[in-house]
């Protein structure tokens, strides 16, 4: 063998080995971003027991906190997305994750409805920038087929994020109250610091920041043509069903449990800790089925199984069941949330990647974010289980919608 192309060989296994240390950084930094931005959402829904208390407010009012967080993502979402497709995916995730710990641990001394509204608004902000700017790291980081798998486990660390806000609270409510809570959620502005420092900069972000591309705004090539028109609506729907469902859900479950099933705090956590679990095994299937079976098959299975679980989940009257069911129901529902990262990376070209992913994820967040009003108002006169077995139909809207999406499963980045 020639001794150029022994050591051609040995500079490309390098450069493969270093590929390979790079792509498991930046799944775990995204990762990690997002399981700060579940643990935030989370612990809101446990304080919110004790916020009603101690300001003394409706569960509408309660339930508008969520809102305006999530509405606040959207903001977020517009502006963390532009900002790192033009500055980069690192440097904006860093930045968000500081917004939000700050602003959420403003939350712990709040004095009434009005300032706590306006810190979760501001938190929302820079809860927006985590989802699209991590799943964006992430898949411009592995190859093709294995795409769905890392946005997935982008995936896995909200939830992760989410049990370990399940895990604490009542601890933590126990020893300090409600406010304790947001304290430890202020935390992560150190974790983002270290992040920045050990990671560099996507190599997909610098390869397309050093060429030529049109002056287009990364915005307006959402809807530059007909087919970005019908693409953007489509996962616009698809967006807002899955955030619609989830915050339905999870935001009124602890309350649900406790009043309905007279469960304690800490039967409350465990109960709604298997429900996260179920969540995170969805998850890590269905990454699996996206990059084995494609984008359409694996959605429409978890489509179908999210309506007929969420269905079968208000029906259950017995509190063991309820347990199994809860982890059904998790595994089905939120199973898909990785999937969206792969999706969207792969409809969009990286100049837009970034804010395609920020942008209409936080748009369906935003849609979403009603959901716990919805089901507070229909709860208050129908109960909640009522207006659990409402939310099906919002399943079968999403599996008539991912006709309109294209199928690119194992495609390049453009």
Known sequence: MNP???????????????????????????????????????????????IITSFNLTDAQAGSLTTLTLLGAVLGGIVFGI?????????????????????TGLSAVSTGFTDMAIYRFIAGIGI???????MTLAAEA???????????????GFQFGVLAAALVSAPVISAFGWRGLFVVGAFPAVVAIILRKR???????????????????????????????????????LTSVQN???FGIMTWLPRYLSTEF?????????????????????????????????????????QIGAAVSVLAYSQISDPAILLFGGFVMGAFANGT?????????????????????????????????????????????????????LLPAIYLLAFVTMFLVPERAGAELE
């Open 337 to 389: 949330l990785g999937g969206y990262g792969a999706l969207l990376a792969e409809l969009y070209p990286t100049h837009a990647r970034a804010t395609a992913q920020n942008v209409l994820f936080n748009i369906g967040r935003g849609v979403g974010g009603f959901a716990p009003m919805v089901i507070a108002m229909v709860a208050s006169s129908h109960g909640f289980a009522f207006a659990l077995a």
């Open 83 to 103: 900002l790192s497709d033009r500055c980069g995916r690192v440097k904006m995730l860093t930045y968000s994750v500081i917004l939000f710990a700050v602003f």
């Open 4 to 50: 150029t192309d022994t050591a051609v060989s040995g500079t490309e296994k390098q450069q493969d080995k270093e590929a390979v240390r790079y792509g498991r950084k930046a799944v775990l930094a995204s990762a990690i971003g997002y399981g700060l931005d579940g643990f935030d959402l989370l612990i809101l829904s446990f304080a919110l027991g004790g």
């Open 142 to 156: 592995v190859p093709a087929k294995y795409r769905a798998r890392a946005t997935s486990w982008v995936g896995i």
């Open 199 to 237: 990671l560099h900069e996507s190599p997909k972000f610098l390869e397309a920041a050093a060429e030529p591309h049109s002056a287009r705004t990364s915005l307006r090539l959402l809807v530059a043509d007909a087919r970005a028109v019908r693409v953007t609506i489509a996962m616009i729907i």
């Open 128 to 134: 927006g920038g985590e989802f699209g700017i991590g």
């Open 262 to 302: 007279k469960l304690s705090l800490l039967g409350t956590s465990a109960w709604t800790a298997v429900t996260v679990f179920g969540m995170m095994t969805g998850i890590i299937v269905f990454g699996q089925l996206a990059d084995r079976l494609g984008r359409h098959k694996a959605f429409w299975i978890f």
């Open 244 to 246: 619609f469902g989830y």
